[in-house]
């Protein structure tokens, strides 16, 4: 063991004696129940085994008992438990809407009170409040965020330069030439889990997003505006304009994220539109399990779209955080507290799977330099945008993936699919 690794070792076991301020003693038999979707790459489950293990040692009488759930299926049996009114006690969360339904059923509790002791240092310690902001609902907090970054694409740059491509596209045209050039070298272009629907909804928004800005959205939101404008057409125009190009690898609908993102690990895809845990989950499930050579993966930013009104340093993004369940007992607060220190959040970052931490004293812990290059764009985003199936209510938020859906196959046009967005929108948010 390396003296660093010594020297951190040290300051967990001093944060784990610290942190049960207020929690004199544990209750015997205190059960704590988390659920994650940590199951790619290994590393990342076993780090929250190790996590949950010295939190115990430390503190004996409690019990965290783990699971973890791929993305899917932790979505579906959540909202089995959601309707039966028994959240686990801490959970996967990406804020925003959804989390805010959960908090306005009472099935969540308020951790305000923690946040906001000893002068707020808890809350304070956050360095993206805006990021902490999507866990609060009428002036409460119901969970923090683990990692928050942005989506963006990340690229081979072996393909790349097969293709003769010779840097990362920075208008819309220049990515539409640079599909184009993919496909003429026989490169599958972009690698896209579209039975998923989420991995394809950050196409349709993006393009949202760069043609309306803040603006069209919030016009929407508040119902000033629609979803039917003409900004959230013009991002269906976009996609078909991509869609006209065969950009996806063969059977992309048929494929879940974990298959499409196997195929940029396994140096079958030349891009993948996705958020800041992509190299990890490239990785964990490519063929060897080792993913691309050092290297070969890149990052850039969504291409300018000329005429549109949002900005280039406009971001589609967020990451994981964890939701506090109604009956969580105060050890599982203090759990999530010692799981957003510092050191903790370090520990994550070394592990090289794309974790961006949320905490002050954290961030210089990122050295790559891809990973730099997100938090740079997550940092210095003008408006950032939580991805709408998280930030909208779940009926909204179903509308658009099943609305991009029908783009991507075909059945919808790019005013139909506005439409019904628009649909469920004009009874949901009134």
């Given at each position: 063991?390396?003296?660093?690794?010594?020297?951190?070792?040290?300051?967990?076991?001093?944060?784990?004696?610290?942190?049960?301020?207020?929690?004199?003693?544990?209750?015997?038999?205190?059960?704590?129940?988390?659920?994650?979707?940590?199951?790619?790459?290994?590393?990342?489950?076993?780090?929250?085994?190790?996590?949950?293990?010295?939190?115990?040692?430390?503190?004996?009488?409690?019990?965290?008992?783990?699971?973890?759930?791929?993305?899917?299926?932790?979505?579906?049996?959540?909202?089995?438990?959601?309707?039966?009114?028994?959240?686990?006690?801490?959970?996967?969360?990406?804020?925003?809407?959804?989390?805010?339904?959960?908090?306005?059923?009472?099935?969540?509790?308020?951790?305000?009170?923690?946040?906001?002791?000893?002068?707020?240092?808890?809350?304070?310690?956050?360095?993206?409040?805006?990021?902490?902001?999507?866990?609060?609902y009428e002036g409460a907090y119901y969970g923090v965020p683990l990692t928050f970054g942005a989506v963006g694409f990340w690229y081979n740059t072996r393909l790349f330069a097969e293709a003769g491509i010779?840097?990362?596209?920075?208008?819309?045209?220049?990515?539409?030439?640079?599909?184009?050039?993919?496909?003429?070298?026989?490169?599958?272009?972009?690698?896209?889990?579209?039975?998923?629907?989420?991995?394809?909804?950050?196409?349709?928004?993006?393009?949202?997003?760069?043609?309306?800005?803040?603006?069209?959205?919030?016009?929407?939101?508040?119902?000033?505006?629609?979803?039917?404008?003409?900004?959230?057409?013009?991002?269906?125009?976009?996609?078909?304009?991509?869609?006209?190009?065969?950009?996806?690898?063969?059977?992309?609908?048929?494929?879940?994220?974990?298959?499409?993102?196997?195929?940029?690990?396994?140096?079958?895809?030349?891009?993948?539109?996705?958020?800041?845990?992509?190299?990890?989950?490239?990785?964990?499930?490519?063929?060897?399990?080792?993913?691309?050579?050092?290297?070969?993966?890149?990052?850039?930013?969504?291409?300018?779209?000329?005429?549109?009104?949002?900005?280039?340093?406009?971001?589609?993004?967020?990451?994981?955080?964890?939701?506090?369940?109604?009956?969580?007992?105060?050890?599982?607060?203090?759990?999530?507290?010692?799981?957003?220190?510092?050191?903790?959040q370090i520990r994550f970052v070394e592990l090289g799977t794309g974790f961006i931490p949320t905490v002050a004293g954290a961030e210089e812990a990122v050295t790559d330099p891809l990973l730099q290059a997100v938090t740079e764009a997550r940092n210095n985003a003008e408006y950032y945008q939580l991805y709408?199936?998280?930030?909208?209510?779940?009926?909204?938020?179903?509308?658009?993936?099943?609305?991009?859906?029908?783009?991507?196959?075909?059945?919808?046009?790019?005013?139909?699919?506005?439409?019904?967005?628009?649909?469920?929108?004009?009874?949901?948010?009134?």
């Amino acid at each position: 063991m390396n003296a660093r690794k010594i020297l951190l070792l040290a300051a967990v076991l001093g944060t784990l004696a610290l942190m049960s301020v207020g929690i004199t003693a544990a209750q015997e038999n205190v059960t704590i129940e988390w659920w994650t979707i940590f199951t790619t790459p290994p590393e990342l489950t076993e780090l929250a085994e190790t996590l949950a293990q010295e939190y115990m040692d430390a503190h004996p009488g409690v019990t965290i008992e783990l699971t973890h759930l791929e993305n899917e299926a932790f979505k579906e049996r959540l909202a089995t438990v959601m309707q039966s009114g028994d959240p686990p006690d801490l959970f996967q969360s990406w804020g925003g809407g959804v989390l805010w339904n959960y908090a306005e059923a009472g099935l969540l509790r308020d951790i305000t009170p923690e946040l906001m002791a000893d002068d707020a240092a808890w809350k304070n310690s956050f360095t993206t409040q805006a990021a902490l902001n999507l866990y609060s609902y009428e002036g409460a907090y119901y969970g923090v965020p683990l990692t928050f970054g942005a989506v963006g694409f990340w690229y081979n740059t072996r393909l790349f330069a097969e293709a003769g491509i010779e840097s990362p596209p920075e208008t819309w045209d220049e990515f539409l030439a640079a599909v184009q050039a993919l496909r003429d070298a026989g490169i599958t272009p972009i690698a896209l889990g579209g039975r998923d629907k989420w991995p394809g909804h950050f196409w349709w928004v993006y393009m949202a997003i760069r043609e309306g800005g803040q603006e069209a959205f919030e016009s929407a939101y508040t119902r000033e505006g629609t979803f039917a404008d003409e900004p959230f057409v013009a991002a269906g125009e976009r996609l078909l304009e991509l869609a006209a190009l065969n950009p996806f690898q063969t059977d992309f609908m048929a494929m879940g994220y974990g298959q499409a993102a196997g195929l940029m690990g396994n140096g079958e895809a030349a891009m993948e539109l996705m958020g800041q845990w992509a190299p990890g989950v490239q990785q964990g499930n490519s063929t060897s399990g080792e993913g691309l050579p050092e290297g070969e993966l890149g990052w850039f930013p969504f291409p300018a779209i000329e005429g549109g009104a949002g900005g280039p340093t406009d971001v589609l993004g967020g990451g994981d955080g964890i939701a506090v369940g109604a009956n969580a007992p105060d050890e599982a607060v203090d759990f999530l507290r010692f799981l957003t220190t510092p050191e903790v959040q370090i520990r994550f970052v070394e592990l090289g799977t794309g974790f961006i931490p949320t905490v002050a004293g954290a961030e210089e812990a990122v050295t790559d330099p891809l990973l730099q290059a997100v938090t740079e764009a997550r940092n210095n985003a003008e408006y950032y945008q939580l991805y709408y199936d998280q930030f909208l209510p779940p009926a909204v938020a179903q509308a658009v993936l099943d609305s991009v859906e029908g783009l991507l196959v075909g059945t919808l046009s790019p005013e139909e699919a506005a439409q019904a967005i628009e649909d469920i929108a004009s009874f949901e948010l009134e």
